[in-house]
């Protein structure tokens, strides 16, 4: 089987270098297996949207000579590549998991869980969607069937969520990390398909990475939390067996070694954290990038592949 492996930011904002180093790593990874480089725009959180961000990636990933084999901006067999394009398909998959029991309607309002999570905090508590609290609230495993039609036809909001096996360890083998295991009580019911129609990450990212034959997710450690999720939506779907290897490469951090490197320590030790030159369209702000610096692409590309 051929390797096929992705990049897929979220188009929130400029690059990080940090993203960069991603991209750059599942370039180098693919060039060395003689195998395929995608670029998958992932834009399902509308409120996080920032136009001309998506424009950014691609003319950023251009200019450092970290090309693509398919992609938003060039085509492929497996398109679309932008997941807002994909959003028709997404609902059978969020269907698939209630018919086999694993995700539920949740109808819960806004206000209400705010009330819950501060109910908890009062008994110096964290309030978690989970094995532990689903049966408290207001979903389908707690009202009925009947209910729950009458509610969906009348258009009455809801998400859904997956429903994660009471007291399960997941274990996640990481490339990097080894064997990582969690205990499904430590997770939360997460949210696969919101009110708005549109999937979440979680469940967008799983469909597509088996659609697009993706044979190995090398991406920032800061998902690892989420990947015990990701294997368990693949058992649930029953796509285990063709499941991509995961590897989650530590983050550029700060000169302290505590927290991700941001824009505030490039400011303030004297180099850019972007490729590109930015300027937010909201606010104004700039941010400098290594091309108007001056820095030559393979100079840019030496260091980050040096960093690793
Ligand atoms: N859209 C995610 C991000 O912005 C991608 C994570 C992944 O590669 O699965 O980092």
Redesign the pocket.
């Known amino acids: 089987m051929s390797v096929r492996v992705r990049f897929?930011?979220?188009p929130t904002g400029p690059l990080h270098i940090g993203g960069v180093r991603t991209a750059l790593y599942n370039y180098l990874f693919a060039k060395q297996n003689n195998g395929q480089l995608v670029l998958r725009i992932?834009d399902t959180d509308q409120t996080r949207f920032v136009p001309g961000a998506e424009q950014y990636i691609i003319e950023a990933l251009t200019w450092l000579g970290i090309t693509f084999d398919e992609g938003v901006h060039i085509g492929g067999q497996y398109g679309p590549y932008r997941q807002s394009d994909r959003k028709p398909l997404y609902r059978q998959y969020a269907q698939q998991l209630i018919d086999t029991g694993w995700a539920y309607y949740a109808f819960d309002r806004p206000d209400a869980l705010e009330e819950k999570r501060k109910a908890f905090e009062q008994q110096k508590k964290t309030f978690q969607y989970d094995c532990n609290t689903r049966m408290q609230m207001d979903n389908s495993l707690t009202i009925a069937p009947e209910e729950v039609k009458r509610r969906i036809e009348s258009d009455e909001p809801y998400v859904i969520r997956f429903k994660f096996p009471d007291n399960t360890d997941i274990t996640v083998n990481d490339l990097i990390r080894g064997q990582v295991t969690m205990n499904s009580r430590q997770l939360d019911d997460k949210v696969l398909f919101k009110s708005d129609g549109m999937p979440t990450?979680h469940l967008a990212?799983i469909v597509d990475d088996h659609l697009m034959q993706i044979t190995h997710?090398i991406?920032?450690e800061e998902?690892l939390p989420s990947a015990p999720l990701h294997v368990m939506l693949y058992k649930a779907f029953g796509w285990y067996d063709t499941m991509p290897q995961f590897a989650h490469l530590p983050l550029l951090l700060k000169p302290e070694g505590n927290g991700k490197l941001s824009k505030r320590d490039g400011d303030r030790l004297g180099f850019p954290v972007f490729p590109l030159d930015w300027v937010d369209p909201k606010t104004g702000e700039k941010s400098s990038g290594y091309r108007e610096q001056g820095y030559l692409p393979q100079a840019v590309v030496n260091m980050l592949a040096l960093l690793g």
């Open positions: 897929a930011p979220s992932e990450y990212n997710v991406r920032g998902w």
